[in-house]
């Protein structure tokens, strides 16, 4: 007799779908997981018996397996709540008079720099338990709500600790040039020059920065300010990405696409040229969803012509305290069908394959391969046309992650 | 020393709101719960010592303690889901072409009368605990995918056992009238005599019917069939209520108005002389937003009409495969507020206090007060803005059903 070997698994009786294998399901499938990675995976009449012997053997009960899902932006590490602003927006108040009151970022900055530590990562990770709920097991993270160095620096060590914790992959994006901080009022450049000549160099040394974003926007930083950020970044060996034309076009997306970005988010503005940019940069499109929907949005990004012209399609929750409170990945891909057009059969991928893009992670994540990380979500469901169907209904059965079932999981089927 | 009466336990440390006190809420509150009642609130300071002595003491760390909360409109028991219909309409198919696909309610009935009642039952175990997990311990259930007396009288037995086994309150609507079934295709007439004449009656003497919809619209039953009924449910001592003005007005409204209808819900194409009608007769107006969504409609209720007549609104899930595929309350006054416009001080009493009275439960659910059931949803929220505010996070610590703490709540404050 072989002694079973803990850190293999055979995982049979499931449905494979997503990855590079696209939206075709493999059923009667088995997948094998071996420290932490797949080390097989095809039909489990074709299971090579030599793999077999030793293994433990799960049942999924005849459920399916995708990826685990990556929500691949997140400003998910605040304090307080804007709910007074939001019933303020309901009764029709404007952004502008929002902020007249003392609304906007720069609220989340005040109640975040006022918050404990054992404060943020309390709520933080009620979030994440909450994302991990559906499926998710890789999440980005950006700072922006610190605005001061040692501000910064908290927030994205907390999230690296985030990452510790909970044993989810997290990406910390560094999102200074989120807002001018109010000790910078009026100086915008000042506040680029510090953050290119100081916080980026320190902040990198420390090993705690993934990628950086920008605010590319009239309201925020210009596309002078953005691309001297972004150079810097570049120069210190850092990936890019941007929020670009969520709501007006200033050139941000062809500026983030000149710097090989790895994903433009929100791009309701986003225009024939721009579409161009970003295929030929090969940039991943993030739509942000729950945005739109909570900002009454009317304008639409292309999602036709970014489809057409071959720009991969993302979707995340684009958790924040002001216009996406929440962490519904499911919720967001509803609304991605219902307000973006998205088809069933681009949904798994915006969430798996396109979104560990966005985060630079498609080697290893995102992926049903041999090879790729054993993190997996396993759904109670019958057709990927009900990943953008339930509203407020979550269908996921539980998760793998680095090849160790989640509670829940080993519960339902007795691990 | 007087022994510890586990029957009668003390809630300190809470902020109380809801019930006949409005939405006003009282700070630094302390609640007496014995034998599944309130026994007594108020302020802590003027706990009367006698209640004090000898009961649990529960302290509820600051948090916000309301009724609990009372779904008031779903058709949670169903086999089945129809996200296949949901991807057609993405794609622009229409009611119509959804219909001659094979779709529709008829698809459910044929998928709920194939399931068996551990499948039925399982699903809709998975929707309550869902509900509860948002502070939800009171649900209306309704019939209408059976459409034939034992496949009806089988989901009416099936609600009454999520009652038992569920603690929650149940209260089970007869929807006979929800679609002419298809052994009665083309002769509506004679399925009304028949559900008259014998499935009333005989559901009624079994004690399965706690009140009795009809779906009045154009494409169901008209305004005669509509009234036989209901004077047919009026005439055996049962409540009445109705699906009114969703898509078409027919004169639904004024018609279950004239019967004393508990309810009238949806209401999209209500006018004024109908809501004159409501305002009189006492009847509850529920609003189902998620099903607005759904069907991306455009014909809003008239919201600011209704509560300057003042007919009590209420919100409800509509729990349904076809239009509100889920069961997430607070999802739907999210949507309450974004796309019909409630107020935050209409929200608390929406899914308490009126959604009990559309239910007839006022008299002892859906309120805080002595005598009442003893029913909470405690809350990790700062204001009652944030009901309307988080969409896809839930803020709800847990609940208290008839005076005991669920366990997500006991092990929240150690209980």
Redesign the interface.
């Known amino acids: 007799m072989t002694a079973v070997d803990s850190a293999r698994r055979i995982w049979t009786d499931c449905i494979l779908v997503g990855g590079e294998q696209g939206s075709v399901p493999l059923r009667d499938a088995a997948i094998v997981t071996a420290e932490g990675r797949i080390q097989w995976l095809g039909p489990a009449a074709q299971l090579p018996t030599a793999l077999g012997q030793g293994a433990a053997r799960h049942s999924l009960g005849g459920r399916w397996l995708t990826p685990g899902f990556i929500d691949c932006h997140t400003h998910l590490l605040f304090g307080g709540?804007?709910?007074?602003e939001?019933?303020m927006r309901?009764?029709g108040a404007s952004y502008e008079d929002i902020a007249a009151r003392g609304g906007g970022i720069l609220s989340t900055v005040r109640a975040t720099r006022a918050a404990s530590d054992a404060q943020l990562l309390r709520a933080a990770r009620v979030?994440l338990r909450?994302l991990q709920a559906e499926g998710v097991t890789g999440v980005e993270i950006k700072s922006g709500y610190g605005l001061s160095l040692p501000a910064e620096e908290r927030l994205l060590r907390l999230a690296r600790q985030l990452g510790a914790d909970s044993g989810l992959d997290i990406h910390a994006t560094f999102l200074g040039a989120h807002a001018v901080p109010p000790e910078y009022a009026g100086r915008a450049d000042a506040y680029i020059d510090d953050l290119i000549r100081e916080w980026l160099p320190h902040l990198a040394a420390a090993g705690l920065i993934d990628s950086v974003d920008v605010y590319c926007e009239s309201l925020a930083f210009d596309v002078a300010q953005s691309l001297r950020l972004l150079r810097a970044a570049t120069a210190l060996g850092l990936p890019v990405r941007m929020h670009a034309e969520q709501r007006s076009n200033i050139g941000a997306s062809q500026l983030a696409a000149s710097c090989g970005a790895l994903s433009c988010d929100h791009l309701e503005y986003t225009q024939a040229a721009d579409i161009e940019a970003l295929a030929r940069a090969g940039t991943v499109a993030v739509l942000l969803p729950?945005a739109w929907?909570?900002l009454?949005d009317t304008q639409r990004p292309p999602v036709d012509a970014l489809r057409t012209a071959g720009v991969p399609l993302a979707v995340a929750?684009d958790c924040n305290p002001g216009t996406?409170?929440?962490?519904?990945l499911?919720?967001?891909l509803h609304l991605a069908?219902?307000d973006f057009?998205l088809?069933?059969d681009e949904l798994l991928a915006s969430v798996t394959w396109h979104a560990a893009r966005a985060l630079g992670w498609q080697a290893r994540r995102g992926n049903l391969a041999v090879g790729a990380q054993a993190d997996f979500a396993v759904w109670n469901?019958?057709?990927l046309?009900?990943l953008?169907?339930?509203?407020?209904?979550?269908p996921c059965a539980g998760t793998v992650v680095r090849g160790q079932p989640d509670a829940r999981l080993a519960q339902e089927i007795n691990a």
Request: aromatic content about 4%; proline content about 2%.
């Open positions: 709540q804007r709910a007074a939001h019933a309901a009764r979030r909450a729950v929907h909570v009454r929750t996406a409170p929440g962490e519904s499911l919720l967001a069908v219902r057009g088809r069933s469901i019958d057709s046309d009900e953008g169907y339930w509203v407020g209904h979550n």
